[in-house]
């Protein structure tokens, strides 16, 4: 794949949404001590998120979206993430949200499109659906943890393994409830990315209709409307969703990372180590090490994700919907890298600092945690990248999903 000769084309507006991550990133960080503490982000944040119109960007043109670049998709996540790591996470969240529906059939997603209410899911299978009476519609219930964004959302997509009416076997698809059916956990109490509200969703029995169905493992598969494909230039129905769906987390880690690195070279420039007969720390040869050390590994991590939007960027625009195995582990396995080098990074810059930085009012403590809890996300988790990706090389078949 020619990669290297890829043209960067950026969207016409870049400087305008980048500068309105800014300023939601910077109203989040106003707030980060008490977001902490409800375990929410304020409702402010949220409004503020919306009037941006975010959400809106990569829904298909017919509703009101526009062609943003994968780039500058990233650049507006890393930005917000700069300030505030929650707040990216419902940033991109937002955003990707709104392209499930444009795979619904035209009813359901004109339903979801003419509202400016967000969007939330989990994509976990652990719901339990059975066949309505009326020969059309599902049953869904159970319960799901880690739903993000759902206390600021209407719409919930709910994953669940079930057998549809016209397929031969079970697969993966999300049944779309409101949230006025189902009942919100309040059980979001993590180490890190606390201001995400990420609550529980409970239901018991909930009517979807047919068309309120987003069918996961088919998209995945390569399809696209069920009725037709009404907008054939729809950047999203031209690349494989699950590697759209996920690029975003890369640029929350990364975001945050940059925050912490530039925290690291401006506390050494002030740090005087009391019980190192006050030497001045930037002097230390320790401590000019570290920064080399991460402000490098910085460079790496960026450069990884740039290629993985580089890759998105090539499927569009050569309409490739499904990847060989091997390649579409080695972007599980990239996400993976950039998620734990970047947890890596973390722990070593609050270790090295001291003290000083396990104070909450410094910023750093909270970062190194939102950190490591988006590297525990099981679309990137280390361990599971690295053997699925193993495998593909050697001729077997990878993860079942990521």
Not at 92 to 97: L, R
Not at 206 to 221: D, N, T
Not at 293 to 303: M, P, R
Request: hydrophobic residues 40%; contains cysteine; glycine residues 8%.
């Amino acid at each position: 794949m020619p990669i290297s000769t890829l043209e960067v084309q950026k969207t016409v507006n870049r400087e305008e949404l980048l500068q309105k991550a800014k300023e939601v990133g910077e109203l989040a960080e106003k707030h980060a001590l008490q977001a902490d503490i409800d375990a929410k982000l304020p409702d402010v944040v949220i409004e503020k998120i919306k009037e941006t119109g975010f959400h809106k960007l990569h829904r298909p043109k017919e509703y009101g979206g526009q062609e943003l670049d994968f780039y500058t998709f990233g650049d507006i996540i890393r930005t917000v993430a700069n300030y505030s790591v929650p707040a990216a996470w419902i940033t991109y969240f937002a955003i990707i949200h709104e392209t499930w529906p444009a795979f619904l059939p035209k009813q359901g997603r004109e339903e979801m499109y003419n509202t400016n209410a967000l969007l939330a899911d989990v994509f976990a299978p652990v719901g339990k659906v059975t066949d309505d009476p009326d020969g059309e519609g599902y049953r869904i219930s159970g319960q799901w943890n880690f739903c993000s964004g759902v206390l600021w959302s209407d719409w919930i997509a709910l994953g669940a393994i079930h057998k549809m009416r016209d397929a031969e076997e079970p697969e993966l698809s999300l049944f779309i409830v409101h949230k006025k059916d189902t009942e919100i956990i309040d059980n979001w109490d993590p180490i890190g990315l606390r201001g995400t509200g990420s609550n529980g969703v409970k239901l018991d029995n909930v009517y979807v209709p047919a068309h309120y169905v987003f069918p996961a493992k088919r998209v995945i598969s390569g399809a696209t409307a069920p009725d037709g494909n009404y907008e054939e230039d729809y950047q999203i129905f031209n690349v494989p969703y699950m590697i759209y769906f996920l690029s975003g987390f890369s640029q929350i880690a990364i975001g945050g990372l940059e925050r912490l690195v530039n925290d690291f070279k401006e506390k050494t420039k002030g740090r005087i180590r009391i019980y190192n007969n006050n030497a001045s720390e930037k002097d230390g040869g320790s401590a000019q090490r570290t920064l080399g050390e991460i402000s490098i590994q910085l460079t790496a991590v960026k450069a990884v994700a740039k290629e993985y939007m580089d890759k998105l960027s090539y499927y569009q625009e050569n309409g490739i919907r499904v990847l060989e195995e091997e390649e579409r582990e080695q972007l599980f396995a990239m996400r993976a890298y950039v998620a734990k080098t970047s947890a890596d990074m973390a722990t070593r810059i609050l270790t090295t600092l001291g003290g000083n930085s396990i104070y909450k009012d410094q910023h750093s403590e909270r970062f190194v945690r939102d950190i490591l809890a988006v590297a525990a996300h099981p679309s990137h988790l280390y361990e599971d990248a690295m053997v699925a990706y193993g495998k593909t090389i050697l001729g077997f078949d990878g993860h079942p999903i990521w």
